[in-house]
């Protein structure tokens, strides 16, 4: 058995195997580890290749669910720092996650105003197309309702 394959079976992870894992890129995991988001990875001796323990995988694996939030780096260092739990570290977890969620509700909404214009716009069209006129006039006041509430978001 080859090194490399006895490190994988002794649970050690190359860094495609990692990336392959956590759904992050490769280019991801060396920034994340180059940023201080994780701990140094370990190197094989022999070809001096990044090994991932179980451990180090197992936060990525949340570093990457945090990111597929749309949470940033720094509130991921916030995280990160929060880990040991005590009784501080807990109320600003809580005041983390609960930031986070009312920024995530404000971006759904911000989608559900585009998703309403595209809407309209896709009507609009369609009335055109079918040359249906009152159509086409109560789309385009759609439109511009939306539009409207587009701006006022920017």
Same mark, same amino acid.
């Given at each position: ?5 006895a490190? %994988? ?11 392959q ?8 995991? =060396?920034?994340?580890? &180059?940023?201080?988001?994780i701990?140094?990875?370990p &190197?094989?001796p022999?070809?001096r #290749? ?8 197992e936060?990525i ?5 945090l &990111?597929a939030?749309?949470?940033g780096?720094?509130?991921m260092r &916030?995280y990160l ?5 005590d009784s501080a570290?807990? %109320?600003?977890m809580?005041d983390?996650?609960?930031? #986070?969620a009312?920024?995530?509700? %404000?971006e759904?909404e ?10 309209a716009?896709?009507?609009l069209?369609? %009335?055109?197309r079918?040359? =249906? ?7 385009a006041? =759609? ?6 509430r587009? =701006?006022?978001g920017?």
């Amino acid at each position: 058995m080859t090194n490399a394959a006895a490190e %994988a079976v002794d649970g050690w992870l190359t860094i495609q195997e990692a990336s392959q894992r956590t759904g992050l890129p490769e280019p991801t995991l =060396r920034y994340y580890e &180059r940023v201080g988001l994780i701990e140094p990875v370990p &190197r094989d001796p022999s070809s001096r #290749h990044r090994r991932y323990s179980a451990d180090i995988v197992e936060n990525i694996e949340a570093l990457a669910c945090l &990111r597929a939030t749309g949470m940033g780096i720094e509130d991921m260092r &916030r995280y990160l720092a929060g880990l040991d739990g005590d009784s501080a570290a807990t %109320a600003d977890m809580v005041d983390l996650f609960e930031g #986070h969620a009312t920024r995530i509700a %404000a971006e759904i909404e911000a989608m559900k105003v585009r998703y309403e214009y595209a809407r309209a716009k896709a009507e609009l069209w369609r %009335a055109r197309r079918d040359g =249906r006129p009152r159509a086409e006039s109560a789309a385009a006041a =759609r439109v511009i309702s939306v539009m409207q509430r587009l =701006r006022a978001g920017l």
